[in-house]
């Protein structure tokens, strides 16, 4: 008599294996071992089955339960029937076990190198890529449309943020700091009452940072501006210290004098102040595993009435920026927090204008660190109605919204979510055929339009309570504990996000050329245009904030790469590379020069006017800043947004300051010494509109090294 296995393998009938599992059961039910009711119960199966010619292990195990059952063994029994469910579900396999134990083992490569600001190997991190994974599972069985999965899993579109959307969490946010401080807030259920010192406040504003990421899975920005009002504070609380300190030896200082002292002890406050604010941040570690990924708005005529205690702010953050942090072995690097957004206006740009050794200073700090960033003012303005405001994190922009006394808001609003339509993809499967395209177009927005709706949807009946720091402490609102956030989902007070990525290769593939030839870029415009009529439209119909968004696309640019290559094999200049180009970016290998390229890419961000930024690529500029100062200036007269990338890197092994190397296969490696050991080299490079330190997965690794250098040391004459 053959015993046919689990596995379908076929062995020969053993009536030991039957005792030894009934004296197991014994032990463990009723705790009396008996040898021959065992041996007894083994015997009988045999007999009945002896001229079978194959039976299955599981008609011989409901055959021992029964046979315990018939002989009073019932708590045997059950400890049986009991330890083989538990086996039956130990060898069940889980539709996410390997993907879970492969962050564990460091083998789950997709997961651990999502992001480039999270350490995988750190336990906190793992635990929330774990919790990730389980997340994004359930959603795909059972909160999401077929349809949309199998999108998602195609590369036509993707769903971002999988892992958090079983949770009433939004993406990005303004944080209203200003209202923060001024009405006080709420944080794990203690009162913080308005600061009284600018000390005060900077240590305050990183622990709403940190309390804000906690409850929410994209960027936050704040603005310095709204720290300025502490600086007159804490300059007059000095100056009464001062005067109180000259009365305590017997001498009544002057008013001058006064004003010396306290002007100096305020120099040193400020100093603490910044550093506790780029300390904290880069050391804290929000419950996903990571430092929050905070943005930081330097514009000198946000408060026209702290005019220069924010230039006295954002000197010091510059200065500090500059300086670096230290790593592990003491040397200076470049920190990755918070991201700098510094404001180019009219006072600060012109060479006679009070505040251009601001802008100087930003240009030293951006050529070692590649911060700040640079948001015009001038070409803002002329988009917005004069308004000047930063993007919510690394790029994404609200749309003008104003309260009911008709004042512009921008602080204290958010972004609900984003999906991103794979523009390479339309592009290919038009198959040159351009009236194809507008119609396999027309069906995508379709479907990315009905995914947003349902990013949308999961907010609705949000209660203020899921997050108060959020809802009921100023960050956002002020609503009331048991209050929904509904009212803050509608009428375009929050945006929701239409993003794409691939335009370039989108026209490539269907007129064979680049979209900076003129044809190509006639073409690109109309695709731009078609996308924010569709927003604009969506928005129309149902009062929600659609925008047009850039997609920074970190990991989505791999994994929209490999779905191209799968869905159409290896087409030359589109999927014969592991990325695909971020938004409506020029390919990163086509020569252009900075002028050129920002130039060309200015007209996309006032379309995509929910989320945009370009960059340049930039050689070592750090005895060469005038070259950088050139570039500014022309940012300031053509851009609204744009960021600058250098290479500042470390090796611990031999103490190498300068780039970092890629081998041809994509390693990273010291050129002074040769070290490859992740764990001791310091790379940090722009990874999709955030600095990443954490290294990257193939697809971005390869496009950060086939990046092109768009300024080298000489300034080009187009600048001038």
Same mark, same amino acid.
């Given at each position: 008599?053959?015993?046919?296995?689990?596995?379908?393998?076929?062995?020969?009938?053993?009536?030991?294996?039957?005792?030894?599992?009934?004296?197991?059961?014994?032990?463990?039910?009723?705790?009396?071992?008996? $040898?021959?009711?065992?041996?007894?119960?083994?015997?009988?199966?045999?007999?009945?089955?002896?001229?079978?010619?194959?039976?299955?292990?599981?008609?011989?195990?409901?055959?021992?339960?029964?046979?315990?059952?018939? $002989?009073?063994?019932?708590?045997?029994?059950?400890?049986?029937?009991?330890?083989?469910?538990?086996?039956?579900?130990?060898?069940?396999?889980?539709?996410?076990?390997?993907?879970?134990?492969?962050?564990?083992?460091?083998?789950?490569?997709?997961? @651990?190198?999502?992001?480039?600001?999270?350490? #995988?190997?750190?336990?906190?991190?793992?635990?929330?890529?774990?919790?990730?994974?389980?997340?994004?599972?359930?959603?795909?069985?059972? @909160?999401?449309?077929?349809?949309?999965?199998?999108?998602?899993?195609?590369?036509?579109?993707?769903?971002?943020?999988?892992?958090?959307?079983?949770?009433?969490?939004?993406?990005?946010?303004?944080?209203?700091?200003?209202?923060?401080?001024?009405?006080?807030?709420?944080?794990?259920?203690?009162?913080?009452?308005?600061?009284?010192?600018?000390?005060?406040?900077?240590?305050?504003?990183?622990?709403?940072?940190?309390?804000?990421?906690?409850?929410?899975?994209?960027?936050?920005?704040?603005?310095?501006?709204?720290?300025?009002?502490?600086?007159?504070?804490?300059?007059?609380?000095?100056?009464?210290?001062?005067?109180?300190? =000259?009365?305590?030896?017997?001498?009544?200082?002057?008013?001058?004098?006064?004003?010396?002292?306290?002007?100096?002890?305020?120099?040193?406050?400020?100093?603490?102040?910044?550093?506790?604010?780029?300390?904290?941040?880069?050391?804290?570690?929000?419950?996903?595993?990571?430092?929050?990924?905070?943005?930081?708005? @330097? *514009?000198?005529?946000?408060?026209?009435?702290?005019?220069?205690?924010?230039?006295?702010?954002?000197?010091?953050?510059?200065?500090?920026?500059?300086?670096?942090?230290?790593?592990?072995?003491?040397?200076?690097?470049? #920190?990755?927090?918070?991201?700098?957004?510094?404001?180019?206006?009219?006072?600060?740009? #012109?060479?006679?204008? $009070? *505040?251009?050794?601001?802008?100087?200073?930003?240009?030293?700090?951006?050529?070692?660190? @590649?911060?700040?960033?640079?948001?015009?003012?001038?070409?803002?303005?002329?988009? *917005?109605?004069?308004?000047?405001?930063?993007?919510?994190?690394? +790029? /994404?922009?609200?749309?003008?919204?104003?309260?009911?006394?008709?004042?512009?808001?921008?602080?204290?609003?958010?972004?609900?979510?984003?999906?991103?339509?794979?523009?390479?993809?339309?592009?290919?499967?038009?198959?040159?055929?351009?009236?194809?395209?507008?119609?396999?177009?027309?069906?995508?927005?379709?479907?990315?339009?009905?995914?947003?709706?349902? +990013?949308?949807?999961?907010?609705?009946?949000?209660?203020?309570?899921?997050?108060?720091?959020?809802?009921?402490?100023?960050?956002?609102?002020?609503? $009331?504990?048991?209050?929904?956030?509904?009212?803050?989902?509608?009428?375009?007070?929050? !945006?929701?996000?239409?993003?794409?990525?691939?335009?370039?290769?989108?026209?490539?593939?269907?007129?064979?050329?680049?979209?900076?030839?003129?044809?190509?870029?006639?073409?690109?415009?109309?695709?731009?245009?078609?996308?924010?009529?569709?927003?604009?439209?969506?928005?129309?119909?149902?009062?929600?904030?659609?925008?047009?968004? =850039?997609?920074?696309?970190? /990991?989505?640019?791999?994994?929209?790469?490999?779905?191209?290559?799968?869905?159409?094999?290896?087409?030359? =200049?589109?999927?014969?590379?592991?990325?695909? !180009?971020?938004?409506?970016?020029?390919?990163?290998?086509?020569?252009?020069?900075?002028?050129?390229?920002?130039?060309?890419?200015?007209?996309?961000?006032?379309? /995509?006017?929910?989320?945009?930024?370009?960059?340049?690529?930039?050689?070592?500029?750090?005895?060469?800043?005038?070259?950088?100062?050139?570039?500014?200036?022309?940012?300031?007269?053509?851009?609204?947004?744009?960021?600058?990338?250098?290479?500042?890197?470390?090796?611990?092994?031999?103490?190498?300051?300068?780039?970092?190397?890629?081998?041809?296969?994509?390693?990273? *490696?010291?050129?002074?010494?040769?070290?490859?050991?992740?764990?001791?080299?310091?790379?940090? +490079?722009?990874?999709?509109?955030?600095?990443?330190?954490?290294?990257?997965?193939?697809?971005?690794?390869?496009?950060?090294?086939?990046?092109?250098?768009?300024?080298?040391?000489?300034?080009?004459?187009?600048?001038?």
């Amino acid at each position: 008599m053959k015993v046919i296995k689990r596995n379908g393998q076929k062995v020969e009938f053993d009536p030991s294996k039957i005792e030894n599992a009934i004296l197991k059961a014994m032990r463990y039910g009723s705790g009396i071992v008996d $040898k021959q009711c065992a041996k007894d119960i083994s015997y009988e199966i045999h007999e009945e089955h002896q001229y079978d010619v194959d039976i299955s292990i599981y008609r011989i195990e409901d055959r021992v339960f029964e046979k315990l059952i018939e $002989k009073g063994q019932i708590l045997t029994a059950k400890a049986y029937e009991g330890y083989r469910k538990v086996r039956e579900f130990q060898r069940q396999t889980n539709t996410i076990d390997s993907e879970v134990f492969g962050i564990v083992t460091g083998e789950n490569k997709e997961a @651990m190198d999502e992001n480039s600001n999270k350490d #995988p190997h750190i336990l906190a991190t793992q635990r929330d890529l774990i919790a990730g994974e389980f997340s994004r599972d359930y959603c795909r069985r059972n @909160m999401l449309p077929p349809k949309i999965v199998q999108a998602h899993d195609d590369g036509i579109i993707h769903f971002h943020d999988m892992d958090y959307y079983i949770q009433e969490m939004h993406n990005c946010d303004l944080v209203d700091l200003k209202n923060m401080f001024k009405e006080g807030t709420v944080i794990n259920g203690k009162l913080i009452e308005t600061p009284k010192s600018l000390q005060t406040a900077c240590t305050v504003a990183t622990q709403i940072v940190q309390q804000v990421a906690n409850g929410q899975y994209g960027g936050q920005t704040i603005s310095l501006s709204h720290l300025a009002p502490y600086v007159r504070v804490s300059f007059q609380k000095h100056k009464k210290i001062v005067a109180k300190e =000259g009365l305590a030896i017997d001498r009544e200082y002057t008013p001058q004098e006064i004003d010396i002292i306290a002007r100096n002890r305020l120099k040193d406050e400020i100093v603490s102040g910044i550093q506790t604010i780029q300390y904290q941040i880069n050391t804290f570690s929000t419950t996903n595993g990571q430092a929050p990924f905070l943005s930081v708005f @330097m *514009y000198l005529n946000e408060e026209p009435e702290y005019v220069e205690e924010t230039a006295m702010l954002v000197e010091e953050m510059l200065r500090q920026r500059y300086k670096g942090m230290k790593n592990q072995v003491g040397a200076y690097v470049t #920190p990755a927090f918070p991201k700098l957004l510094y404001v180019l206006d009219e006072n600060n740009v #012109p060479q006679d204008s $009070k *505040y251009r050794y601001l802008t100087d200073l930003a240009v030293k700090c951006v050529a070692k660190r @590649m911060m700040p960033d640079f948001i015009s003012a001038k070409i803002m303005k002329k988009n *917005y109605d004069g308004e000047v405001y930063p993007c919510m994190g690394c +790029r /994404s922009f609200l749309s003008p919204w104003k309260d009911e006394e008709g004042n512009y808001k921008w602080y204290g609003r958010f972004n609900q979510g984003v999906v991103t339509l794979n523009l390479a993809d339309v592009g290919l499967s038009a198959e040159k055929d351009m009236d194809k395209f507008w119609r396999i177009l027309e069906e995508r927005l379709k479907l990315c339009k009905e995914a947003l709706t349902l +990013r949308h949807e999961s907010l609705k009946g949000t209660y203020s309570d899921v997050s108060p720091i959020h809802w009921q402490f100023g960050a956002l609102a002020r609503l $009331k504990s048991g209050e929904k956030i509904d009212s803050l989902l509608e009428n375009g007070y929050s !945006t929701i996000s239409l993003g794409y990525i691939g335009l370039y290769e989108c026209v490539l593939a269907l007129l064979g050329e680049s979209h900076t030839t003129p044809e190509g870029d006639g073409l690109a415009v109309r695709i731009m245009e078609r996308l924010r009529a569709a927003c604009d439209s969506w928005r129309a119909e149902t009062g929600l904030g659609f925008s047009l968004y =850039g997609t920074p696309a970190e /990991s989505t640019t791999y994994t929209f790469s490999r779905a191209l290559k799968k869905r159409f094999g290896v087409i030359e =200049g589109i999927t014969d590379k592991d990325y695909l !180009t971020n938004s409506y970016h020029v390919n990163v290998t086509e020569e252009l020069d900075a002028f050129e390229k920002l130039g060309f890419e200015a007209k996309f961000q006032t379309i /995509s006017s929910g989320g945009a930024i370009s960059y340049v690529e930039v050689t070592n500029l750090n005895q060469n800043t005038e070259a950088l100062s050139t570039l500014v200036d022309y940012m300031y007269d053509t851009i609204q947004y744009a960021e600058i990338n250098t290479k500042s890197d470390y090796c611990q092994e031999c103490g190498f300051d300068g780039e970092i190397l890629l081998d041809d296969n994509l390693e990273w *490696y010291c050129p002074n010494c040769g070290n490859r050991n992740h764990n001791t080299l310091n790379v940090c +490079r722009r990874t999709c509109g955030y600095l990443g330190d954490n290294f990257w997965n193939k697809g971005r690794t390869q496009e950060i090294g086939e990046r092109y250098v768009h300024l080298d040391n000489h300034v080009h004459e187009v600048s001038k």
